[in-house]
């Protein structure tokens, strides 16, 4: 696997549209970086990080309003292996307005876009989220 993180957001991607309550997905730092935000944010309901054999997995819990209406409605994923995207503060996307958000992994740790332009700094703009 070339983008792991792709990966995660893919298998979450895929998990909402089938209307699935739960995805596995293999864990790293950087995907559970990703995860607690998302929740944080109140994209997703929980993950948990399972321990069993050689690979860690991540439980994710999806967030869905009354009949299976998914909260999570777009993953884009927009830093790539082969082109990595870079932005200083000044340049951080607002995603759909303000709606959505950017995830970063700055030189602080992985924040949201508006986390990183609080703290004046930039970074790699991992994905969009909305």
Do not use: F
Request: with cysteine.
């Amino acid at each position: 696997m070339s983008d792991p993180v792709a990966d995660m957001l893919t298998r979450v991607r895929n998990a909402v549209e089938a209307r699935h309550d739960a995805v596995m997905v293999p864990a790293s730092r950087l995907k559970i970086a990703i995860a607690k935000i998302l929740k944080d944010e109140g994209y997703i309901r929980d993950y948990e990080v399972l321990k069993g054999g050689p690979q860690r997995n991540m439980k994710i819990q999806l967030r869905y309003i009354g009949r299976k209406e998914p909260i999570l409605h777009g993953l884009q994923r927009v830093s790539k292996p082969g082109l990595r995207v870079y932005v200083q503060k000044a340049e951080i996307p607002r995603v759909y307005g303000g709606l959505g958000m950017a995830i970063l992994t700055t030189p602080m740790g992985v924040m949201t876009g508006q986390q990183a332009w609080r703290r004046r700094v930039g970074g790699e703009i991992l994905c969009y989220v909305w």
